[in-house]
């Protein structure tokens, strides 16, 4: 068949669907619209050239009418259109009834929602849906939608097919600007499509889900028992906040030339600061697993969930355990640390649901929460708080109004002049982040010192090092030398120092010691006073027995 008689048959095809067309169109669009409410008016005009291709494409398949396979193709092009137009339906409900688009976070909810809720959610929809009726703009929609329905079916051959083609062209500029962005924001293309990008959201979130899952059997299967326990004189409070992607070569505390860490460099001889840790690996969720389980680098042999845990060391201890998040409770990204959250008395997450849920929760909301657990009826207390640090996009982590770095500030990176404006940009909001950690640490110290009674101490540490065009023009979780280092503060108060005043000195005498994360562990358990099987001191910085290691860093995909 040639070129053109093949063209000429799709125009055919599509203009005996062209009423349908228009109401794909904007259908499609305005469903697809909550996505990018936030990107800017051009990311919003994109889209909507963008939309024009399935609009186009099923529209034409319905209009089909050559060869023996017609029936199937105008069939497969009704069914197409009925799923597009379903979804960008129920996408912009859900997203103005519940501010709540579908995806992974939806999927979440939904399924681990029970009967009650469920039977709640669908006696609340009908007003729901009424009150959305009632709005003007969606009246506005549907009159102008089908206004444009019936001009266009009664517009001309010629006219029709000079419009088309000048709309397929800029959809496909279009297309390509969206496919740049994509790839070089490395974002991935699912979301040009919104049946792509439900399906998309639906495999990952149950492939997801069924690993944790397996993790969770795998757990409860494998955990080894409680080894006995000996007690010993312990802390009352120890409060553990581990950050995300802090790099230590960013901290003004570390000798970074910008004041990103202010308020702690101003505490600075109230705190204990870690000079030289080394983190067991690049991925959170590896790390969280080395952090608090018995499982190291040295000692690299079977699963996480085969080693003794930290939060049920604690409880057998006669602690009460807690876990505050404001990461996610599902992600690729986030591996297994829902299962080991799991182990403590509490466990809240305050922040997204998935990694697909962009609503912006901002760290400072896991202060409030420290003040009540720290001040309720628990008479020993373990408070495990999981910030979202400087996670990317590092824009994301600061409120508007507490950036006060900008790309101008000179002097921060050596390789400043290789850097572009862009670059720059992305320097100055991973070092706003910093700036935020460093107050909310600083709060949470003081918020520490304030609500707890008895001995208290308070360590913060990042899970992992990040690079941000440090080494090479790329962004991603630290791999090179000096850079892999993390941040780590201890903070005590006046009463631990004069209860555990050996324990200080010990921990005085290590600071410029080669350290490993992984050995947070085993201090953690000699704070609380634990002598067991798995606890060893050769690992614990605060006993006189501690030998510095050999610093093994495993580089993890994530």
């Not at 444009?148 to 517009?155: E, S, T, Y």
Request: net charge negative.
């Amino acid at each position: 068949m040639k070129l053109t008689s093949f063209i000429s048959q799709c125009f055919n095809a599509l203009y005996g669907g062209r009423s349908l067309c228009i109401v794909l169109w904007l259908t499609s669009f305005a469903g697809f619209a909550p996505r990018w409410s936030g990107g800017g008016a051009d990311v919003m005009l994109i889209h909507l050239a963008i939309s024009i291709i399935p609009a186009f494409v099923f529209a034409a398949m319905v209009g089909y009418s050559g060869g023996r396979f017609g029936r199937w193709v105008n069939a497969l092009g009704w069914a197409l259109s009925a799923v597009q137009m379903l979804l960008s339906v129920a996408n912009v409900v859900a997203w103005a009834i519940w501010d709540m688009e579908i995806g992974s976070r939806m999927i979440v909810i939904a399924l681990q929602t029970n009967a009650d809720e469920a039977g709640s959610f669908f006696a609340n929809l009908p007003s729901d849906l009424l009150s959305l009726a009632a709005q003007p703009l969606f009246w506005l929609f549907v009159a102008g939608t089908s206004a444009l329905a019936v001009l266009v079916g009664r517009v001309g051959r010629k006219a029709f097919d000079i419009g088309a083609a000048a709309m397929l062209t800029v959809s496909a500029v279009c297309c390509a600007v969206f496919l740049h962005r994509a790839l070089n924001t490395g974002h991935g293309c699912k979301n040009i499509s919104l049946m792509t990008r439900t399906g998309v959201s639906a495999l990952q979130t149950y492939t997801e889900l069924r690993q944790l899952s397996m993790w969770r059997d795998s757990f409860e299967t494998h955990a080894p028992a409680i080894p006995e326990l000996r007690l010993t004189n312990g802390a009352d409070n120890i409060v553990l906040v581990v950050g995300e992607s802090s790099a230590r070569h960013h901290w003004q505390l570390y000798g970074y030339p910008l004041p990103t860490t202010p308020r702690l460099l101003a505490m600075r001889d109230s705190l204990y600061v870690f000079d030289d840790i080394v983190p067991p690996t690049s991925s959170t969720d590896v790390t969280i697993s080395h952090l608090f389980t018995q499982k190291d680098n040295e000692s690299n042999t079977g699963e996480w969930y085969t080693y003794v845990d930290l939060l049920r060391l604690a409880k057998a201890a006669g602690y009460t355990t807690y876990w505050i998040s404001t990461q996610e409770k599902v992600g690729r990204f986030i591996g297994c640390v829902p299962i080991v959250a799991s182990c403590a008395d509490s466990v809240t997450y305050m922040g997204c649901i998935s990694e697909d849920d962009h609503e912006l929760i901002y760290d400072d909301v896991l202060s409030g929460r420290l003040a009540q657990v720290l001040t309720d009826s628990a008479r020993r207390r373990l408070v495990v708080l999981h910030t979202m640090g400087s996670h990317t996009a590092y824009a994301d982590r600061t409120p508007d109004n507490r950036k006060p770095l900008k790309p101008t500030h000179a002097g921060y990176d050596a390789r400043r002049n290789q850097l572009s404006d862009k670059q720059l940009q992305t320097v100055a909001d991973y070092d706003n982040s910093i700036i935020y950690t460093d107050s909310l640490v600083a709060e949470m110290i003081g918020i520490t010192s304030r609500s707890a009674h008895g001995a208290t101490a308070f360590v913060y540490l990042s899970d992992h090092s990040e690079e941000v065009y440090d080494y090479d023009d790329h962004l991603r979780h630290a791999t090179h030398g000096e850079f892999i280092k993390i941040p780590m503060v201890f903070w005590t108060n006046s009463l631990w120092r004069s209860v555990f005043s050996q324990t200080d000195s010990i921990i005085s005498s290590h600071l410029n010691l080669p350290l490993e994360s992984e050995d947070i562990f085993h201090a953690l358990i000699g704070m609380m006073g634990i002598r067991c099987a798995v606890y060893d001191s050769c690992h614990d910085f605060g006993h006189e027995a501690f030998r510095p290691s050999a610093q093994t860093f495993v580089l993890e995909d994530d």
